[in-house]
């Protein structure tokens, strides 16, 4: 089956750096993505990985390894409004989104 | 760019009515939408993905004759909630993929309905 996993919550403080693993099993692989959910809101998009490495854009940055299975967003310079659910997806061989639960966030003063 | 915009917000009715909800795309064509609902403090779950001028794909234990999906424009996507029920009142949000050179994939979503039966 195809599974996609994260850690359910996680605690950090505000100034700081966090980083929020995937690890992912699914039939096939066209990228993997990241979004950032706030409370009662919508999703909207983070990052993008198709090629194994880093991709950093501003205090957020993506890294995949597709030999590994693995991603994580790196969270720079901690700031309250980053308190939200994080919600990774890999894209499977027939171009759908598989979803992960999402992580969500604390950020603490 | 990749705005996506749905209609309304928030809707409240009673029992055994129908629910229309819009999704557009604002900037951009979207040969694919799709639909999600989510309950309080869960995560997003697939109902259908809508492709246009064809009939939605719906997932697993999602009745179609219950949320009706219509995609008549590249622009366009409605979900009707027919005869709905206390049970089906969730946040539904939807999403549209893009499709042009460099973003193969990304869904942009929607800012969602939130929607209460009585």
């Known amino acids: 089956g195809q599974n996609i996993d994260q850690p359910t919550e996680m605690t950090a403080t505000e100034g700081a750096i966090v980083q929020i693993n995937c690890t992912y099993q699914?039939?096939?692989?066209?990228?993997l993505f990241w979004y950032q959910q706030h409370a009662g809101e919508a999703p909207t998009f983070l990052s993008y990985?198709?090629l194994d490495g880093l991709e950093e854009k501003g205090r957020f940055s993506s890294f995949l390894s597709r030999s590994k299975g693995y991603s994580y967003l790196l969270l720079k310079e901690l700031q309250m409004k980053d308190s939200a659910s994080y919600l990774c997806?890999?894209?499977?061989?027939?171009?759908?989104?598989?979803w992960g639960a999402g992580t969500k966030l604390i950020i603490k003063p | 760019g990749a705005v996506v915009s749905q209609h309304p917000s928030r809707v409240i009715c009673k029992s055994g009515t129908s629910v229309k909800i819009e999704c557009r795309s604002l900037?951009?064509?979207?040969?694919?939408m799709f639909w999600y609902r989510q309950f309080p403090k869960q995560s997003l779950m697939l109902m259908a993905t809508?492709?246009?001028?064809?009939?939605?794909?719906?997932e697993q234990g999602v009745e179609k004759d219950k949320f009706l999906i219509n995609h008549a424009s590249l622009t366009l996507s409605t979900l009707t909630v027919t005869s709905a029920h206390p049970e089906d009142s969730s946040f539904y949000i939807c999403?549209?993929?893009?499709?042009?050179?460099?973003?193969?994939?990304?869904?942009?979503f929607g800012p969602g309905t939130r929607l209460l039966v009585l």
């Open positions: 999403s549209a993929r893009v499709v042009a050179s460099g973003d193969f994939g990304t869904q942009y």
């Open positions: 900037d951009f064509q979207a040969t694919t």
């Open positions: 809508s492709n246009e001028g064809s009939k939605a794909t719906y």
């Open positions: 699914t039939s096939g692989f066209n990228g």
């Open positions: 990985n198709v």
């Open positions: 997806a890999v894209m499977d061989s027939n171009y759908q989104l598989i």
